[in-house]
């Protein structure tokens, strides 16, 4: 597709179990972004990859956290032993990887820990 | 660190006229990019408008333009002829050179009234 594309659109799950979350950039940018935005409020940074290297994971809020990328293509944010406080859309962007090119968003992630 | 504060957490207009969302912002660079991005219910966070820094000229898009006052470090969003479609929520977002990432506003919930 023409977009970013994120899998899946909704999830619910049980509170300790694992979560993955995929991210399909635009295909030829070379920066790749996560982003939460927990109910009202703004998007919080969490992770950002040039190609498949990671040179700002400042935003994962624990180390329950990580992401991968491989292919400089499909990226996956994981989070374990999910809590409740988890809960929140998960936004992916992708961009042509300099400063100040805009970031093409996902439809997101909607995460709900019971 | 950057900040962006959107002070208006909610506005609504009547279908037709002209409103004006307001953004500020901290920082201590120079060459730096701002942005409007609108997300509607659908969620997908849409890019509206963007300026850069060194250019003293306001961005405009159709219906929005911007009203960028670098010396008060303000970054106002024009939407003209506002239509129904425009409902959203608006974020403001700052991004530099060596940030690699948006730094968002809270948002303006902007509703568009028949």
């Known amino acids: 597709g023409a977009g970013v594309s994120q899998s899946p659109s909704n999830k619910v799950t049980e509170k300790g179990k694992d979560v993955e979350l995929r991210c399909d950039p635009i295909?030829?940018?070379?920066?790749l972004y996560w982003y939460r935005q927990s109910l009202g409020q703004g998007l919080e940074f969490l992770i950002y990859?040039?190609?498949?290297?990671?040179?700002?994971k400042s935003g994962l809020p624990s180390d329950r956290f990580s992401a991968e990328r491989t292919g400089g293509s499909v990226s996956t944010l994981t989070i374990q032993r999910t809590q409740q406080e988890d809960s929140a859309v998960y936004l992916c962007?992708?961009?042509?990887?300099?400063?100040?090119?805009?970031?093409?968003f996902g439809d997101g992630t909607r995460l709900s820990i019971l | 660190a950057q900040t962006v504060t959107q002070s208006q957490p909610e506005m609504s207009v009547q279908e037709a006229e002209t409103v004006t969302l307001s953004c500020t912002y901290d920082?201590?660079?120079?060459?730096?990019?701002l942005f409007w991005y609108k997300q509607p219910p659908s969620r997908q966070m849409i890019l509206v408008i963007r300026?850069?820094?060194?250019?003293?000229q306001n961005a405009t898009e159709n219906r929005f333009s911007v009203n960028f006052q670098k010396a008060a470090k303000s970054f106002s969003l024009k939407i003209s002829d506002s239509q129904l479609g425009d409902t959203a929520m608006y974020f403001c977002?700052?991004?530099?050179?060596?940030?690699?990432?948006?730094?968002f506003g809270t948002g303006t919930r902007l509703t568009i009234i028949p």
């Open positions: 990859f040039q190609g498949n290297s990671a040179p700002d």
């Open positions: 977002a700052f991004d530099s050179f060596g940030n690699e990432k948006l730094t």
């Open positions: 920082t201590s660079e120079n060459n730096y990019y």
């Open positions: 295909s030829g940018h070379t920066a």
């Open positions: 300026q850069e820094a060194y250019k003293q």
């Open positions: 962007a992708s961009s042509l990887g300099t400063t100040g090119q805009p970031q093409h």
